[in-house]
């Protein structure tokens, strides 16, 4: 006999589940480095003193706040900026020494992996540039493994942001980051300013394997068959989905 499933009972089910995915989610958050877990309120106010301290250019506090133990590195709210992230876009060539001397990361990465140096030529901030650089800066880009998913995730955007578009089908789906695609329009040639992928091997799973890819108008579907080849199963590996189903208009 089939169990029968009364309204009670559903949310009864629903409310297991969500606890489920609540400790899940606690787990997880335990698990996560230092900076992205909740610290405590003597913490937080010192990593707020000190960028008030540098925000104001105040070298004495700025100095007594690490003395106390502050983290030079801490940041606030969720761009994850660190006081290098705003001395470099203030661009304080003596701010960016002093915290450089101290230790300062310089290629911690902020909001959408931004580092000193990528907030610096932003600004178009010179000095502060060619300091970073002579102390080992880099942009978000120089740092990313260049056969990876999110160097990949990051050179599909770039073709978007040249054509229009997402690589479709027609034009050669990820294919046409590395040779030059059909288009059925030549004004698109010009536009075109590939390669956008020096090699392939961005575009191959750990199974040696091409990966999956889709284009959807503001974003796409890219994802790895698993160890078993067998797209759309239990295994495959979700690097981007795209939810242009959810604008789709209704019927």
């Known amino acids: 006999m089939k169990p029968i499933f ?105 909001e959408y992996g931004w580092t000193p140096l990528d907030m610096a030529i932003k600004k178009n901030r010179k000095k502060v540039i060619e300091m970073l650089r002579a102390n080992g800066g880099k942009t978000d880009i120089e740092l990313t493994d260049k056969t990876s998913v999110t160097w990949l995730k990051m050179r599909l955007n770039v073709y978007k942001s040249d054509i229009g578009h997402f690589p479709t089908a027609k034009e050669g789906g990820l294919t046409a980051l590395v040779k030059t695609p059909s288009f059925e329009e030549d004004a698109m040639m010009e536009k075109w300013k590939g390669p956008y992928l020096k090699e392939e091997k961005a575009m191959v799973d750990e199974w040696g394997r091409r990966l999956n890819y889709k284009a959807g108008k503001r974003d796409f579907d890219l994802f790895s068959s698993g160890p078993d080849g067998k797209p759309k199963t239990k295994d495959d590996e979700i690097y981007s989905r795209s939810f242009d189903f959810l604008f789709a208009p209704k019927k």
């Open 6 to 110: 009364t309204p009670p009972l559903l949310c009864l089910s629903y409310l297991v589940a969500l606890s489920s995915f609540a400790y899940d989610q606690e787990i997880d958050q335990l698990q996560a480095p230092r900076s992205q877990r909740t610290i405590s309120d003597k913490d937080l106010e010192a990593i707020a003193e000190l960028h008030a301290a540098v925000e104001s250019g105040d070298f004495k506090v700025i100095q007594k706040c690490l003395d106390a133990g502050a983290p030079i590195d801490g940041f606030l709210g969720k761009t994850s900026y660190r006081v290098l992230h705003k001395a470099a876009k203030e661009g304080s060539i003596e701010m960016v020494e002093f915290l450089i001397e101290r230790g300062a990361a310089l290629n911690a990465r902020a």
